[in-house]
C-alpha cells in the first residue's frame, strides 16, 4: 500500500497536476493576511474555512490522476480496501502539506498579533493549537468531499466537478444559515465562527464541532466505499 501511495503522489506532482491547486493556495493566503495581523486563533479559522474547497479539489485531482485500467490492476493486485485507503491517505499527506503551509504562512505575511494585554483573546500558543485543529477538521471533511466528487465514484467530469462544486456552495451557504439542516455538511464554517473572536472556545462546543466533522466524514466516506465497490 506505501507503494500504491508514493506512486499516486509521484504522479501527481511530477505530472503537474499539483500546480492549479497550489497557486490557489497562494492566492487565498496572500488575500488572507494581505490586509494586516489578526489574532491565532481567528486568522487560523477562517484560513481552514477558505482552504476548505481548494483541499477538496486537491484530493479530487489526486484521486484522478491515475488511469481506470491502472486503478481496477491496484484493486486485483493489492485488494479493493487497500487501494482505496492508499489514495484516501495519498490525498490527505498531499492536503497536509497544504494546511502546514497555511500553518506557516502568517509568518511571513505578519499576518498574527499577540494576544492584546488584558483582553480576553488566547495566548498565541493556545491560538496555534486551535488553528491546526481547524485545519485538520478542515482537511478531515475536504478529502471525504474530494472523494466523493472522483471519476471512481461519479466515471465522468461533468458530475464530479458538481459534487465538488456543489458541495463546496452548500458548506459555505448552509454554513452561514445555520438553520437549514446544518447536518448536511460539515461544520466548518461553524469553526470558523467558532474562532472568529480569536478566544478559545468552550471545550463541548470544540468537542462537537470535531464530533460532527467526524461522523460527517465517516458517512461521506462510507458512501464512497460502497459506491466505488457497486462500479468498479
Not at 446544518?182 to 480569536?198: F, Q
Not at 478566544?199 to 460532527?212: D, I, R
Request: proline share 6%; aromatic share 6%.
Amino acid at each position: 500500500m506505501i507503494a500504491l501511495v508514493r506512486m499516486r503522489l509521484a504522479g501527481f506532482f511530477r505530472g503537474g497536476r499539483a500546480l492549479a491547486p497550489l497557486i490557489a493556495v497562494l492566492v487565498v493566503l496572500g488575500v488572507l493576511y494581505g490586509g494586516g495581523a489578526s489574532p491565532a486563533a481567528s486568522a487560523y479559522g477562517y484560513s481552514a474555512a477558505a482552504l476548505f474547497p481548494i483541499l477538496a479539489w486537491l484530493a479530487k485531482i489526486l484521486l484522478d490522476t491515475e488511469p481506470d485500467v491502472q486503478r481496477r490492476l491496484a484493486r486485483l493486485t493489492v485488494g479493493p480496501v487497500r487501494e482505496g485507503a492508499a489514495g484516501l491517505l495519498a490525498a490527505t499527506l498531499a492536503g497536509a502539506a497544504v494546511c502546514a503551509a497555511a500553518m506557516v504562512a502568517p509568518l511571513l505575511f505578519h499576518g498574527i498579533r499577540p494576544p492584546e494585554p488584558g483582553s480576553h483573546e488566547a495566548s498565541l500558543a493556545a491560538g496555534v493549537l486551535l488553528g491546526a485543529l481547524a485545519h485538520l477538521l478542515s482537511l478531515i471533511a475536504a478529502v471525504s468531499l474530494g472523494a466523493l466528487s472522483g471519476r471512481a465514484v461519479t466515471r465522468r467530469v461533468l458530475p464530479g466537478v458538481a459534487v465538488l462544486v456543489t458541495g463546496s456552495l452548500l458548506v459555505v451557504i448552509l454554513g452561514l444559515t445555520g438553520s437549514i439542516a446544518p447536518w448536511l455538511v460539515p461544520p466548518v464554517m461553524a469553526t470558523a465562527r467558532a474562532l472568529n473572536d480569536g478566544s478559545t472556545p468552550p471545550v463541548t462546543q470544540l468537542t462537537l464541532l470535531t464530533t460532527w466533522t467526524v461522523t460527517w466524514s465517516a458517512v461521506a466516506l462510507t458512501g464512497y466505499a460502497r459506491l466505488r465497490r457497486s462500479r468498479s
